[in-house]
């Protein structure tokens, strides 16, 4: 009998979790989506966020990498991978429905602090996240304990674009290791992709 034990691939190795001593192989999976080919510069990140229920595809089987992610999209997969519980409030921005599918991701989010609404009360969950954004939200969800290391400074060419609120997270970004920083651009205002989110995930939760 064969079983499929899961198990993670990274830096050329193979690991799986067993509770005994068993003979085991090491298959080859097709890609989970046919627009993330294993050449893929993201397909490590996206194939084990996507093995784990943290990020899904369209019911066509793509998973449109380069697509832009709304914040309602990043609730999800935030309080997924984070394994958020259900808030006991409800959610209490005027654009978010009680019933809507993501309305509870939202609570659990904003109840966490990773996310923010906005003074207006509301949560805006069809606008696009940005890059600089996204920086900001991973440092809440880094926590004290990663904000530790070398000064680098901020030495990007289009650094003077980066929102007051967003230069000491992407600060700590680069302390921590999660951005560099080589007089190269940032594009802080740029929307930031499917893919781009999936590295920074599997970067902070999954290594």
């Known amino acids: 009998t064969v079983t499929n034990i899961g198990g993670a691939y990274a830096e050329q190795s193979v690991s799986v979790q067993m509770n005994q001593f068993e003979r085991v192989f090491v298959a080859q999976l097709s890609p989970l989506y046919h627009d993330v080919k294993s050449n893929y510069w993201a397909f490590e990140y996206i194939t084990a966020l996507a093995a784990k229920g943290i990020v899904r595809g369209t019911d066509s089987g793509a998973f449109v990498p380069t697509a832009h992610v709304t914040r309602a999209e990043l609730a999800q ?3 997924r991978i984070a394994q958020l519980p259900r808030p006991t409030q409800e959610v209490v921005f005027s654009d978010v429905a009680k019933d809507s599918e993501y309305a509870p991701f939202v609570a659990s989010v904003v109840a966490a602090g990773y996310v923010n ?10 606008g696009y996240v940005s890059r600089e954004e996204m920086i900001a939200i991973v ?9 530790k290391g070398i000064d680098l400074g901020i030495d990007f060419v289009d650094s003077d674009r980066i929102a007051p609120y967003a230069r000491e997270s992407i ?6 290791g999660l951005i560099q ?3 190269s ?6 929307r930031i992709t499917r893919a781009e ?3 920074l995930l599997y970067m902070l939760f999954l290594t």
């Open 77 to 79: 997969m935030i309080a």
């Open 117 to 126: 609404g906005y003074p207006d009360m509301t949560f805006r969950p069809e």
């Open 139 to 147: 440092v809440r969800m880094m926590g004290k304990q990663w904000t």
């Open 171 to 176: 600060e700590t970004a680069l302390r921590a």
């Open 181 to 183: 920083g080589n007089m």
């Open 185 to 190: 651009r940032l594009r802080p205002k740029e």
């Open 197 to 199: 989110v999936a590295k």
